[in-house]
């Protein structure tokens, strides 16, 4: 079974433009599942964005705290890695964030699947974290909605 790691763009773009709770309980009970199963989880950064992005999603997502994984050696040395070959990952844009490059160690060092709503630019000098992931040789980046597909839920 897939374990998927997702990042802070791909919560946020759920919680507020796609899949508001108020109006689709339903995709949050089956992240929320996923999450209890121990097959959805992200690196403790992704917990710190989200308290400065969205209020609510950062409380749902410390009432599963369960689902971050602590910034071990392995993936701080392998973050380490990501930002001396790729530095301009995480840049002086206000909207860039210091998880990018966890999110890439953590999928990288486990094996994971990585989820982000972010699209690559093809650009060294603004990269995303699918061109950071197809650089490295890691399986392509999956949003959202192929996340939905390859789980196969019916969320409508």
């Known amino acids: 079974m897939t374990i ?3 990042d802070t763009s791909a919560l946020i773009a759920a919680w507020q433009e796609r899949y508001p709770p108020e ?14 199963d121990g097959r959805l989880v992200a690196p403790t950064e992704v917990l710190t964005e989200t308290a400065k992005r969205s209020d609510e999603l950062h409380k749902w997502l410390a009432e599963r ?7 071990e050696d392995e993936i ?3 973050a380490a890695g990501v930002l001396a ?20 160690a953590l999928g990288q060092v486990e094996s994971l699947q990585i989820v982000t ?9 603004r990269p995303n974290i ?3 992931v197809t650089a490295l040789g890691l399986p ?13 839920w019916i969320v409508g």
């Open 4 to 6: 998927y790691c997702i």
């Open 23 to 36: 109006n689709f309980p339903r995709f949050w009970g089956l992240m929320d599942s996923l999450i209890e």
């Open 65 to 71: 705290k369960y689902m971050f994984r602590e910034l």
């Open 76 to 78: 701080q040395i392998a």
């Open 85 to 104: 070959q790729f530095p301009r990952l995480v840049g002086e844009r206000k909207l860039r964030t210091s998880a990018d490059p966890f999110v890439i």
């Open 117 to 125: 709503d972010e699209k690559p630019t093809g650009s060294a000098q």
């Open 130 to 132: 699918p061109d950071v």
């Open 140 to 152: 392509p980046c999956m949003g959202l909605l192929e996340l939905i597909r390859a789980e196969k």
